[in-house]
């Protein structure tokens, strides 16, 4: 069965330190994989894919289909990256899984 | 921003009682999701549609039915309305694009179930 697991709840760190937010995934198929991110009482918005390869606002996921991981990182935290952030699976059949969410906190 | 609002954004309903959430969409896209978040369950699937009438359950939809008469419309209901249904729910909007499930948010709506 397909399924997002990201073990942190809450990951708390200081401005300026590397950032890690967990993510893997059970999936049989190709996976298409997101993180989104929601900020303080706005909408959820997509942050990064895998398919892009690109880097938002000092944001980097690598897929790694041997550990079935999408970690998201950040080399160095800024306050206003405390947000909520899920990691997402996109299966064949245009559904889209979440993760439970792990919300970043970053102190001055 | 994609064109995606919800109606009414905030909801308090007595126990037993129907209703219903509006997701009104301006994109012209064929998918549309309702999902709800709750703290530590994260975003769960309730029912999504992949064209007019065209619906399916997602992973909880026990309690919840859904309607899609126009691509620009869907429509959750709680025939009865429990306390455990309360919750912030999310509507999503995905244009079908095989080459990416990427969805857009709807601002969400606070139902409280007292």
């Known amino acids: 069965a397909q399924r997002v697991t990201q073990p942190e709840k809450l990951l708390s760190v200081f401005k300026g330190a590397p950032v890690e937010l967990k993510c893997n995934y059970s999936y049989s198929g190709s996976p298409e994989l997101f993180w989104y991110v929601q900020y303080s009482r706005q909408r959820l918005q997509l942050l990064l894919r895998h398919i892009s390869r690109e880097s938002i606002k000092g944001f980097t996921a690598d897929l790694n289909k041997g550990e079935t991981s999408f970690h998201l990182k950040k080399p160095f935290a800024q306050e206003e990256d405390s947000a909520m952030y899920y990691c997402?699976?996109?299966?064949?059949?245009?559904?889209?899984?979440f993760g439970t969410g792990t919300r970043l906190q970053v102190f001055p | 921003d994609a064109g995606i609002t919800q109606s009414p954004r905030h909801k308090v309903t007595e126990t037993g009682t129907p209703v219903t959430l509006r997701c009104h969409q301006t994109?012209?896209?064929?998918?549309m999701y309702w999902y709800r978040q709750d703290p530590g369950h994260g975003l769960r699937l309730i029912h999504y549609?992949?064209?007019?009438?065209?619906?399916d359950k997602g992973e909880v939809s026990d309690g919840y039915s859904v309607s899609r008469s126009k691509t620009e419309d869907f429509l959750l209901t709680l025939e009865s309305a429990t306390s455990s249904q309360t919750s912030v729910y999310f509507c999503?909007?995905?244009?079908?694009?095989?080459?990416?499930?990427?969805?857009?948010f709807g601002q969400g709506t606070r139902l409280t179930v007292v």
């Open positions: 549609s992949y064209g007019v009438k065209d619906t």
């Open positions: 999503a909007i995905s244009g079908g694009d095989r080459a990416s499930t990427e969805a857009f």
């Open positions: 997402a699976l996109g299966d064949n059949t245009d559904k889209l899984i």
């Open positions: 994109e012209n896209h064929r998918y």
